[in-house]
Nanobody
């Protein structure tokens, strides 16, 4: 059984911060590369950030320097700290667990809205 549950989304003003959390099944979390993706209305889903089991990170250019992905292996949770938020960050954010390039699992998504 694979389960990913996101939380922490909401409405924030430009320049504000949010921290997203994704609680994952322990059996998959221990072996999976974890990631955050987002999808804005009418736009394709895009990579935001990933973190490997070993802690290597990768970020989209659009969020580099503003977002930080991290994982707490003891809590089977991956986080996305989002600072200096911009209106263009508005999207549904999805947690992802990747066992291979072809086997991915997804959470249900959490809405992030950046607006004045």
């Amino acid at each position: 059984q694979v389960q990913l549950v996101e939380s922490g989304g909401g409405l924030v003003q430009p320049g504000g911060s949010l921290r997203l959390s994704c609680a994952a099944s322990g059996s998959i979390f221990s072996i999976a590369t974890m990631g955050w993706y987002r999808q804005a209305p009418g736009k394709p889903r895009e990579l935001v950030a990933t973190i490997t089991v070993g802690g290597s990170t990768n970020y989209a250019d659009s969020v580099k320097g503003r977002f930080t992905i991290s994982r707490d292996n003891a809590k089977n949770t991956v986080y996305l700290q989002m600072n200096s938020l911009k209106p263009e960050d508005t999207a549904v954010y999805y947690c992802n667990a990747a066992l291979s390039i072809r086997i991915h699992y997804w959470g249900q998504g959490t809405q992030v809205t950046v607006s004045s």
